[in-house]
């Protein structure tokens, strides 16, 4: 009888830990419900690219894995928006998706070029960082169609906008570093912008040292980097001083995230958004 009511103590206590743990998760899940009620939907921002950030490269068992994680860089933009990857532009609209980038996407047929310069034009706001030498470190070899474009096919809808992108000759080899808004970016073989003459679908402005164009299209607005390389880890995180007390060791994400900003934004001045 004794060892019976021992147990029954037992269970009892053990029922009242599980009713607290439960309590406890629904208390958070509450608080983190209230959160998000109260900061608002996050903004819709489309993502169509062929490098390795949603998705790893080691293929389905890998990104299955327990310890599967995406790329920093998306890591970083779901804090600030709902990520929607795109592999066509059916959902696009400036309605669905008010925010787009393409990060070195694929080859684009030409209906789904107008349908970009459409979107943009009808209001649509564009990221898009396009890189002539890409220099990502990949599973597969070159040629292979796994691995992500070694260059941006995008020069039709740059021609359309009066703009030719550019590898400048020098070491590919070589680390380049730009001082851009008070900020520090590292990359590799980034390229150039340089006004073409026919162009007549936008008015773009070249800035920062030709690495940025900035774009009236119509009602919307496009931002153009020359580069691609700068979202990969390996420019931007590091053991240096900022990195270990805990920001990135170049701002290369920093800068990104305030064309981002700027673009939700309206504003002409992009150095206003950084730090933001």
């Given at each position: 009888m004794q060892l019976n009511l021992k147990n029954a103590g037992i269970r009892k206590r053990l029922l009242v830990g599980m009713l607290?743990?439960?309590g406890l998760i629904f208390l958070l899940s509450a608080v983190r419900y209230l959160r998000l009620e109260a900061e608002g939907p996050k903004p819709s921002l489309g993502l169509m690219t062929t490098l390795p950030l949603q998705w790893s490269e080691g293929g389905i068992e890998a990104d299955l894995s327990y310890d599967a994680q995406p790329h920093p860089v998306y890591t970083r933009l779901e804090r600030a928006y709902e990520v929607r990857p795109l592999?066509?532009?059916?959902?696009l609209g400036t309605s669905k998706i008010p925010l787009l980038i393409l990060?070195?996407?694929?080859?684009?047929a030409p209906t789904e070029l107008v349908a970009l310069d459409r979107w943009v034009r009808e209001g649509g706001h564009l990221l898009v960082l396009a890189d002539p030498a890409l220099q990502w470190g990949s599973l597969y070899p070159l040629g292979d169609k796994r691995r992500p474009?070694?260059?941006?096919?995008?020069s039709p809808l740059f021609s359309h906008w009066g703009?030719?992108?550019v590898?400048?000759?020098t070491d590919p080899a070589e680390i380049s570093l730009r001082e851009i808004d008070g900020l520090t970016i590292r990359t590799q073989t980034p390229g150039e912008w340089l006004p073409k003459t026919g162009g007549e679908g936008a008015q773009c402005q070249i800035a920062a040292h030709k690495l940025l164009a900035d774009c009236s299209v119509g009602k919307g607005r496009a931002l153009l980097v020359a580069d691609a390389d700068l979202l990969d880890a390996v420019y931007?995180?590091?053991?240096?001083?900022?990195?270990?007390t805990g920001g990135d060791e170049f701002d290369n994400l920093l800068w990104v995230e305030a064309l981002l900003i700027a673009l939700r934004e309206g504003s002409a001045n992009l150095g206003d958004f950084v730090g933001k």
């Open positions: 607290l743990v439960v592999d066509n532009f059916d959902e990060a070195q996407p694929r080859a684009l474009l070694f260059t941006s096919l995008l703009l030719e992108l590898l400048p000759m931007w995180e590091g053991q240096g001083v900022r990195a270990v």
